[in-house]
């Protein structure tokens, strides 16, 4: 299968909601709104929906909402969620196998799972190209890719805690496609009127984001899949650089310090384009 698990999204799954939000809706409707179809009328494929917090978001507004994750406790999570409504449709899958016939959807959201699809071990990332072909040939003419990821640069400095583990996101950044790897597979694919969005204001963590005592906290670390990529000896080392900043009191200095470079890049990247 076209994935590689190396977050225990299982595990996760039971958590995540108290960790992560949905961020950049104005985002998203706007670009769903500017498709041909009326938004209450629209099919939305949210692909590597997780527990289904973006389809909560757009349930009521769109028409009929698909999402299609890979782990079957996320998407139990999201199954449950949407139980009572025949409108909302969750399958197990993955988002570069699409299970739909050609030209479904109106619109195709896909958020912060594209450093889940390869290992980085070779430059093109195969299956980011193949979820691509996918989302093109799934969506209808004049409906719109809405991708959110992480830069490279806003990965490693858009997060406080990044800097507790900088190996970690060495490794999670051969993982993620950049942000020109992605331009450049829109471009292939066939899209057109690509467009770049950064939600400056917006974090995935939510109100947990600033948390000082968040990285000696699980549930809190289960949040981004970053802290899974860190050795025992690694996260250790973290864990006493906050405990050791908690009793000398240079975390919120620390904190208030790599802030100031989230402002200036943000955590997160909307890629925007049409199928023509
Ligand atoms: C960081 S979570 C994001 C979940 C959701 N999109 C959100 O933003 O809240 C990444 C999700 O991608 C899922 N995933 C990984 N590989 C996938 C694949 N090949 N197809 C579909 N989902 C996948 C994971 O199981 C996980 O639920």
């Not at 190396?6 to 709104?33: C, Q």
């Not at 997780?50 to 698909?66: K, M, P, Q, S, V």
């Not at 690509?194 to 549930?219: H, I, M, R, S, T």
Request: net charge negative.
């Amino acid at each position: 299968m076209n994935t590689i698990e190396y977050e225990n999204y299982t595990s996760t799954s039971v958590s995540y909601n108290e960790t992560r939000r949905p961020i950049g809706l104005p985002i998203i409707l706007e670009h769903l709104a500017a498709t041909p179809t009326a938004l209450g009328e629209q099919t939305v494929l949210d692909a590597g929906c997780g527990t289904g917090n973006y389809l909560a978001e757009l349930h009521g507004r769109i028409g009929t909402l698909h999402g299609v994750e890979f782990n079957a406790g996320m998407a139990q999570v999201a199954r449950d969620r949407f139980a009572e409504d025949p409108k909302v449709n969750i399958q197990q899958g993955s988002a570069t196998e699409l299970p739909f016939a050609d030209g479904l959807f109106d619109g195709i959201l896909c958020t912060q799972v594209l450093h889940h699809l390869d290992d980085g071990s070779t430059a093109d990332f195969p299956n980011v190209a193949r979820f691509f072909r996918e989302a093109f040939r799934v969506l209808r003419p004049g409906g719109v890719l809405i991708i959110n990821s992480s830069g490279h640069d806003q990965h490693r400095d858009g997060f406080w805690w990044a800097a507790l583990v900088p190996k970690a996101i060495d490794r999670m950044l051969t993982r993620m496609p950049s942000t020109e790897l992605l331009e450049e597979n829109f471009r292939q694919t066939g899209f057109v009127d690509y467009e770049v969005v950064v939600p400056f204001d917006e974090v995935l963590q939510g109100k947990q984001y600033l948390d000082p005592e968040g990285p000696l906290k699980p549930a809190w670390r289960a949040g981004d899949s970053s802290w899974s990529l860190a050795t025992e000896e690694e996260l250790a080392h973290a864990l006493d650089e906050v405990k050791s900043r908690l009793d000398d009191g240079t975390m919120a200095r620390f904190i208030n310090d790599r802030e100031k470079r989230r402002a200036e890049l943000g955590q997160t990247t909307f890629l925007i384009a049409r199928k023509p």
